[in-house]
């Protein structure tokens, strides 16, 4: 089986006896089939994986009770019945793929299993999700070449780019423990701040909270630790994608980083959007990754012709803003940027086999951020801290407002999907967070 190959699960023509997820512009179609943890909302019951489609969500636990998928499925269903997904994910990627297939075929038009599943569908509005999986280890990549030039000029203006950057996908270690899904309060963090009018820092609420528009990676079946996971194969370990804020307290960073990298100015907090949008479900949306001819060309471990003709993933991503103020004023969010993952310098598979070669062993459940995802042009740029320039241009906001960084009571909202001529429009929901005192 070729993992990148596309399959009956993602034709265009497909649709779905859950009509809404055949209306036009659905996040969750029948070729989409994303992954969650969630229950009823207010409820004791235990959270348990369910799959979105249309408005829906489609309760695996009722469907392993009900013994409607063949029996060669069970143990995955009852993986999919856990708390959390890590036991599934770490099934690997055969088993991903089997489960999807029989999703697609009983929730696709005129299925025979449409009487038994009907009744497994709960509402999506009266759902709440916890984390997918319990995150293990949080790597924070920074893979867009925009965003580190951006951020490099402010740093460091005579020298952006450390010579590095264009031989390693850069990364460091995060906090798994602050990552929260979607709708969790976002605390502003205190912290040693220092600017340069101070002669000594001082402890103080964070004055330039700021948001990373980012794609989260999950990580399905890990390797051994010792071994390394080889280019074309680390697609095969990818569970799939989601929407990630990854907050930032940039007068924190700015004093703290030097020498070792980010700490307090990062780990307060990081956002998910609930659902995982699978690798497979991803196929359709993959297209080539090109290093630019002047660029100095990866090492051998991180070259590939799979890598050059389907490394990249084309998720549109944006990020929007609504201040409390326009919140009680009814004013819709406003769009801040707008960009794509398939800007980034480095490919998820690039990723997963740098992390890896040194014998690091990866687990199910461990999470990648991309890092933030600005594009070239300015209606691109993934975090404020580039949209105004280091703090020195504010940004207008419908109603009089203005912002260089967020202000206490600001909701951030960011949303992606996938989209390309002849496939289906899939979705990412959001991952939303309002910052609190
Ligand atoms: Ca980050």
Known sequence: MNHLELNETHDINLTSWVESANEKGCDYPIQNLPFAEFRRKNSNEAFRCGVAIGNKVLDLTAVLESHVFPVELNRALEACSEPTLNRFMGMGAETWSLLRLNLSRGLAMDSDLQGSLKGYLIDMQSVEYSLPCQIGDYTDFYTSLHHATNVGKLFRPDNPLLPNYKWIPIGYHGRSSSIKVSGHPVHRPVGQLKPPSQETPTLEPCKRLDYELEVGIYIGSGNEMGSSIALDEADQHVFGYCLFNDWSARDIQAWEYVPLGPFLGKSFASTISPWIVTSEALIPY????????????????????????????????????????????????????????????????????????????????????????????????????????????????????????????????????????????????????????
């Not at 993959?286 to 051998?300: A, H, I, N, V």
């Not at 998820?348 to 990866?362: F, I, K, P, R, Y």
């Not at 703090?391 to 600001?410: C, V, Y």
Request: proline share 5%; with cysteine; aromatic share 8%.
């Open 286 to 437: 993959r297209q080539s990754w090109s290093r630019d001819e002047t660029d100095p060309q990866p090492l051998d471990y991180l070259e590939s012709k799979q890598n050059r003709e389907q490394g990249a993933v084309d998720i549109k991503l944006q990020v929007a803003l609504q201040t409390q103020s326009m919140q009680q004023q009814g004013v819709e969010p406003v769009i801040l940027s707008k960009s794509t993952f398939a800007y980034s310098y480095w490919t998820v598979a690039q990723m997963v086999t740098h992390h890896s070669v040194n014998g690091c062993n990866l687990q199910p459940g461990d999470f990648f951020g991309s890092g933030t995802q600005s594009g070239p042009g300015v209606e691109e740029l993934g975090s404020l801290l580039e949209l105004s320039e280091g703090g020195k241009k504010s940004i207008d906001l419908p109603g009089g407002e203005s912002r260089t960084f967020l202000q206490d009571g600001d909701t951030v909202i960011m949303t992606g999907y996938c989209e390309k001529e002849g496939t289906a429009r899939i979705g990412f929901g959001e991952a939303v967070g309002v910052v609190v005192p």
